[in-house]
């Protein structure tokens, strides 16, 4: 009550004679001195910029300055509650989208969600129709990344079916909203709503070989569910497709009868012009939700594909692998990373599936369960970059000696220890990654990822012991030194060995340092001196080096220091 009659109070003062002063007659410099400060709280601006076209230009930017948004065009994160308040940051750009003061998000939008109470997941829900009314009055969408926190999934302990299909069609309704707008990059994080309501199951007598059809039971609920509009001969195909396949299916828990699938929009299939889309959320491949992403793989011109923190079924995930590479078979560009509990035949088959593959990237803490079948490893015929573990760039490269025709780009990721790192400084009677390079005699832009693990100091110093009579090691134009672990007490000092280790790769170009630990943080100096010191000290022509994503520039001594304490040490 109080904020309403303040803004009768304004609209009363603007409407009184000349004779006394209202606020529109006061300049734009006193009335920011008058409201910009702490004292005035954000949902009075908030409520002043409704009452005309000035003091919205005037009060919106301060509103959303307040809540860290300057452009919201270029970049704008949002932290949305279910019940919208006075002021907050996502009612402030609805007015202002109203106004016209903000027609498109040319930039990064990012959403995150509120955590579910208990097990109502309506809080979720209206939260996401807020987004999708705002998102709505956009023209266009340039990168959206949207967040659910929480692993409450809201349907184990009994819900009624009304709330997943309100869910599904509000969810639904939000994600073809953004890919109408033109929407070229999706991010989807975390949650695990509804995640239950479906349970996997595969086996010789289950799937699409089985004589029942999925529909054959449930077809006058599944009309009933999708829409009022009947579902015809294609639709249903299509839905049978995501939900059932070769020895495996999707279908709903003991109890539940009906079939509810989270659609992509028909403009959203027209009009789609995503490029990238990157999923960081299991609830994308379990149903209801799967049946969107599937459909907006193949709708959309997709380029770049990520997959990333996913922990599913082992079981389930050729099925994955099956609906994703059957939508998008022209894919280029492939990043994973921390992926759970995948058996390496289907990680293999899956990547065979895409021969315009361009671009792969398979982050080391992909978890792969153990199999020694692993049959042969494709060619990649197209493939130029390619970032992966040692060990599985050893298997590649042993597979296919005569392969990857188009490789130019190749980072391999090592630990330090029981990696077979020490084949680059000597030669090894066993086939090595070194002597594969060097049986194919192409020019290659080579680099390492090297984690040093929790003894860097004493691996290097061995690797000195005996002189390098390894050639290959000029090759490498790029290494990035990783810390993981914390040292062992005794190990030794790494700023006294690294710079000599470093001058063995006399090719390098780029040098990275990453991490902290008890060791690095307790020596004196930054991480900054330090890792400059050792590059300088290495004698290498860099210009510049990378510490925990800061570059720094450096001047180049015009005589290497020399290597004085590295022996002393040892000795020690």
Same mark, same amino acid.
């Given at each position: 009550?109080?904020?309403?009659?303040?803004?009768?109070?304004?609209?009363?003062?603007?409407?009184?004679?000349?004779?006394?002063?209202?606020?529109?007659?006061?300049?734009?410099?006193?009335?920011?001195?008058?409201?910009?400060?702490?004292?005035?709280?954000?949902?009075?601006?908030?409520?002043?910029?409704?009452?005309?076209?000035?003091?919205?230009?005037?009060?919106?930017?301060?509103?959303?300055?307040?809540?860290?948004?300057?452009?919201?065009? @270029?970049?704008?994160?949002?932290?949305?509650?279910g019940v919208p308040t006075?002021?907050?940051?996502?009612?402030?750009?609805?007015?202002?989208?109203?106004?016209?003061?903000?027609t498109r998000i040319d930039?990064?939008?990012?959403?995150?969600?509120?955590?579910?109470?208990?097990?109502?997941?309506?809080?979720?829900?209206?939260?996401?129709?807020?987004?999708?009314?705002?998102?709505?009055?956009?023209?266009?969408?340039?990168?959206?990344?949207?967040?659910?926190?929480?692993?409450?999934?809201?349907?184990?302990?009994?819900?009624?079916?009304?709330?997943?299909?309100?869910?599904?069609?509000?969810?639904?309704?939000?994600?073809?909203?953004?890919?109408?707008?033109?929407?070229?990059?999706?991010?989807?994080?975390?949650?695990?709503?509804?995640?239950?309501?479906?349970?996997?199951?595969?086996?010789?007598?289950?799937?699409?070989?089985?004589?029942?059809?999925?529909?054959?039971?449930?077809?006058?609920?599944?009309?009933?569910?999708?829409?009022?509009?009947?579902?015809?001969?294609?639709?249903?195909?299509?839905?049978?497709?995501?939900?059932?396949?070769?020895?495996?299916?999707?279908?709903?828990?003991?109890?539940?009868?009906?079939?509810?699938?989270?659609?992509?929009?028909?403009?959203?299939?027209?009009?789609?012009?995503?490029?990238?889309?990157?999923?960081?959320?299991?609830?994308?491949?379990?149903?209801?939700?799967?049946?969107?992403?599937?459909?907006?793989?193949?709708?959309?011109?997709?380029?770049?594909?990520?997959?990333?923190?996913?922990?599913?079924?082992?079981?389930?995930?050729?099925?994955?692998?099956?609906?994703?590479?059957?939508?998008?078979?022209?894919?280029?560009?492939?990043?994973?990373?921390?992926?759970?509990?995948?058996?390496?035949?289907?990680?293999?088959?899956?990547?065979?599936?895409?021969?315009?593959?361009?671009?792969?990237?398979?982050?080391?803490?992909?978890?792969?369960?153990?199999?020694?079948?692993?049959?042969?490893?494709?060619?990649?015929?197209?493939?130029?970059?390619?970032?992966?573990?040692?060990?599985?760039?050893?298997?590649?490269?042993?597979?296919?000696?005569?392969?990857?025709?188009?490789?130019?780009?190749?980072?391999?990721?090592?630990?330090?220890?029981?990696?077979?790192?020490?084949?680059?400084?000597?030669?090894?009677?066993?086939?090595?990654?070194?002597?594969?390079?060097g049986e194919q005699c192409?020019?290659?832009?080579?680099?390492?990822?090297?984690?040093?693990?929790?003894?860097?100091?004493?691996?290097?110093?061995?690797?000195?012991?005996?002189?390098?009579?390894?050639?290959?090691?000029?090759?490498?134009?790029?290494?990035?030194?990783?810390?993981?672990?914390?040292?062992?007490?005794?190990?030794?000092?790494?700023?006294?060995?690294?710079?000599?280790?470093?001058?063995?790769?006399?090719?390098?170009?780029?040098?990275?340092?990453?991490?902290?630990?008890?060791?690095?943080?307790?020596?004196?100096?930054?991480?900054?001196?330090?890792?400059?010191?050792?590059?300088?000290?290495?004698?290498?022509?860099?210009?510049?080096?990378?510490?925990?994503?800061?570059?720094?520039?450096?001047?180049?001594?015009?005589?290497?220091?020399?290597?004085?304490?590295?022996?002393?040490? @040892?000795?020690?």
């Amino acid at each position: 009550m109080k904020y309403s009659q303040l803004a009768k109070t304004a609209s009363f003062q603007m409407a009184q004679s000349s004779s006394s002063t209202g606020l529109l007659h006061l300049p734009n410099e006193l009335l920011c001195q008058i409201f910009d400060n702490s004292d005035t709280p954000t949902s009075l601006l908030y409520i002043l910029a409704q009452v005309c076209r000035r003091l919205h230009h005037l009060f919106i930017p301060i509103c959303l300055n307040r809540h860290s948004i300057n452009d919201p065009t @270029a970049y704008t994160k949002l932290t949305i509650n279910g019940v919208p308040t006075y002021g907050d940051a996502l009612s402030t750009l609805e007015v202002a989208s109203i106004a016209g003061h903000v027609t498109r998000i040319d930039g990064k939008l990012i959403c995150k969600f509120p955590v579910p109470s208990g097990e109502d997941i309506r809080v979720v829900t209206q939260s996401v129709r807020r987004l999708h009314k705002f998102v709505g009055r956009m023209l266009t969408l340039g990168n959206v990344e949207l967040v659910f926190r929480g692993d409450r999934c809201c349907c184990c302990s009994g819900f009624p079916e009304e709330v997943l299909k309100e869910w599904s069609e509000c969810i639904g309704d939000l994600l073809s909203c953004i890919l109408e707008k033109s929407c070229s990059e999706l991010t989807v994080r975390g949650g695990r709503l509804m995640a239950h309501a479906y349970a996997f199951r595969c086996g010789k007598r289950v799937g699409s070989t089985s004589s029942p059809t999925l529909f054959s039971g449930s077809l006058r609920e599944l009309l009933r569910w999708v829409g009022p509009t009947p579902v015809g001969k294609g639709k249903k195909e299509e839905m049978n497709r995501v939900l059932r396949g070769k020895n495996w299916e999707f279908c709903r828990v003991k109890g539940a009868k009906t079939i509810v699938l989270t659609e992509l929009s028909p403009a959203a299939r027209e009009k789609s012009a995503l490029r990238a889309l990157t999923i960081m959320s299991t609830m994308f491949f379990i149903p209801p939700i799967l049946h969107w992403t599937v459909a907006a793989l193949q709708h959309s011109a997709i380029e770049s594909l990520t997959l990333s923190n996913l922990s599913i079924n082992k079981r389930c995930w050729l099925a994955i692998f099956k609906l994703i590479a059957d939508a998008i078979p022209h894919l280029a560009e492939l990043n994973l990373s921390r992926l759970k509990r995948i058996k390496p035949v289907d990680l293999i088959w899956f990547l065979a599936r895409f021969p315009q593959l361009s671009s792969l990237s398979l982050g080391r803490d992909v978890e792969m369960l153990d199999d020694y079948e692993l049959g042969s490893f494709p060619d990649f015929p197209a493939l130029i970059s390619l970032y992966a573990p040692s060990h599985w760039v050893f298997k590649l490269l042993s597979s296919q000696r005569m392969g990857l025709a188009c490789l130019e780009n190749l980072f391999i990721s090592y630990n330090l220890k029981n990696e077979g790192f020490s084949h680059w400084f000597r030669h090894s009677k066993s086939a090595s990654i070194p002597s594969l390079l060097g049986e194919q005699c192409r020019p290659l832009t080579l680099s390492l990822e090297v984690l040093l693990g929790d003894s860097p100091g004493w691996k290097m110093f061995d690797d000195l012991s005996a002189p390098p009579n390894q050639p290959n090691l000029d090759t490498i134009s790029s290494l990035a030194l990783i810390v993981d672990q914390e040292f062992r007490q005794g190990d030794m000092d790494l700023w006294g060995v690294l710079p000599r280790w470093l001058s063995l790769f006399s090719g390098l170009k780029d040098v990275s340092f990453k991490g902290h630990n008890k060791a690095i943080d307790g020596a004196e100096g930054t991480l900054i001196e330090k890792v400059v010191a050792v590059v300088k000290k290495s004698g290498l022509s860099i210009s510049s080096v990378e510490v925990n994503g800061v570059e720094v520039e450096l001047e180049v001594d015009a005589e290497p220091q020399a290597f004085s304490t590295l022996e002393k040490q @040892a000795e020690d």
